[in-house]
């Protein structure tokens, strides 16, 4: 990947569970949390839909959790 010319970004989600959206949650780039907690289904596509359509994270790789 991070040969590659393509715009890319790499997110890293924890075990996904059933929570409903709530659109706050944290990001960190280039490393996972230390206390991942379980992120809610609707919350991932919430953050990934945000990312395509304004990037912030091009070619890093992100992780996510509440």
Do not use: C
Request: proline share 8%; no cysteine; charged share 30%.
């Amino acid at each position: 990947m991070r040969a590659s010319s393509v715009e890319w970004t790499i997110v890293r989600p924890p075990y996904l569970t059933k929570k409903p959206l709530t659109g706050q949650y944290r990001l960190s780039r280039g490393k996972n949390f230390d206390d991942d907690k379980d992120l809610g289904r609707e919350d991932l596509p919430h953050f990934l839909l945000r990312e395509a359509t304004a990037p912030d994270y091009v070619r890093e790789m992100v992780a996510i959790s509440y």
